[in-house]
């Protein structure tokens, strides 16, 4: 016989708790509100715990930017006598050249074999960046060796740029040994390069100082940091041990051609630089050359820069980007022979000149 299950306590509350358990089951029961007092207290409490974790985290943040400022004005302090001058000296004979004509000139005596085959610096620009320091310093990062440099300076032994140990970053090279553009650890180029030179001074501007003045978290920090340490361990000793060395600076600076640069067709399928757009056409350019020992001009010339590439071989070149890369070649050579000749032409006793000969000894 069934039993029937014991009701305990009165039978209204009974009745309650099976309604509360059937209100439950079906997700209907009404929670308690919470005072207002509570929420209140929470919200400040929360607003509190933030505003007190961002000061802790931006003062962290501002004294890691102090801590790599203050090692940044060490090294200007240390390294930059030694190659801020040089810089200076380079933009203001860029600002000079690039001013009204004021005639060609060759220095008498200048020996051209002596300036291509001695140390020395090489820098290029289009014109119309070599007005201002600012503009010079923007456009000396895409200064390359080209055909001036190939036709111009004598290279004892030319080692292939493409070869020797990969790397990513300047860290990745030995001790006098640069990353450059094809990824690789090799010897510094002969000429230098004065876009080097500018890319080791710029850690050392006011525009990194803004850069890392503007970062908002601490690992942007710590990567400023390392690239200090890398460009300052890297980059600035080499450049100040050339720099040191170097007896001539060598200035091309480029013209626009003759009614401006001619806009690049939309299909035409090649990505060139304003830069190389101007090397590639017919136009005149400006050549300086300085003696940095005495601080004085070698040569000041103003030449077309015009040559006309044939090509030998059965061989034939279709590729619009190598047809491009030949033809800049190709004129910048002829703008290299053309400074060689005026060098060439100094150095010979002018027609009808007599050389002095030399005195008798005394008896």
Not at 196 to 216: C, G
Not at 245 to 264: H, I, M, Q, S
């Amino acid at each position: 016989m069934r039993r029937e299950p014991r009701v305990r306590g009165l039978p209204s509350l009974q009745e309650a708790r099976e309604e509360r358990r059937r209100a439950i089951v079906v997700g209907k029961v009404r929670v308690r509100a919470m005072p207002p007092q509570f929420w209140l207290i929470a919200g400040t409490a929360i607003a509190a715990f933030g505003v007190l974790y961002w000061r802790l985290a931006e003062g962290q943040l501002e004294g890691q930017k102090s801590a790599v400022m203050a090692k940044q004005r060490a090294i200007v302090q240390t390294l930059g006598p030694k190659i801020l001058p040089f810089r200076d000296r380079v933009e203001a004979w860029a600002k000079e050249l690039s001013g009204p004509w004021r005639g060609d000139f060759v220095e008498p005596g200048a020996s051209l074999d002596r300036i291509s085959r001695s140390p020395g610096v090489y820098l290029r620009l289009r014109m119309e960046n070599a007005q201002t320091p600012v503009a010079i310093r923007k456009a000396a990062r895409r200064s390359l060796h080209d055909g001036f440099t190939s036709c111009f300076f004598v290279r004892e032994s030319a080692a292939d740029p493409t070869k020797g140990p990969a790397c990513r970053a300047l860290a990745d090279c030995e001790p006098g040994l640069l990353c450059n553009e094809w990824n690789v650890c090799a010897k510094p180029p002969v000429p230098y390069n004065m876009r080097l030179a500018y890319r080791a001074l710029r850690v050392l501007s006011t525009e990194w100082t803004d850069e890392l003045h503007q970062t908002t978290n601490d690992l942007t920090v710590s990567a400023y940091d390392r690239d200090l340490d890398a460009v300052t361990k890297n980059d600035v000793p080499v450049a100040i041990d050339l720099l040191a060395r170097a007896k001539y600076f060598t200035l091309v600076l480029d013209e626009d051609p003759a009614g401006g640069l001619r806009p690049e067709p939309a299909d035409a399928g090649v990505s060139e630089s304003d830069e190389e757009r101007v090397q590639r056409e017919a136009h005149p350019a400006r050549v300086g050359i300085w003696d940095l020992m005495r601080n004085a001009p070698v040569l000041r010339l103003r030449a077309e820069a015009a040559g006309r590439f044939v090509p030998v071989g059965d061989a034939v070149v279709k590729s619009a980007e190598t047809l491009h890369a030949q033809q800049r070649q190709t004129n910048s050579c002829a703008l290299a022979l053309a400074v060689k000749s005026s060098l060439s032409s100094a150095a010979e006793p002018a027609p009808g000149a007599t050389v002095p000969a030399a005195s008798a000894p005394s008896r």
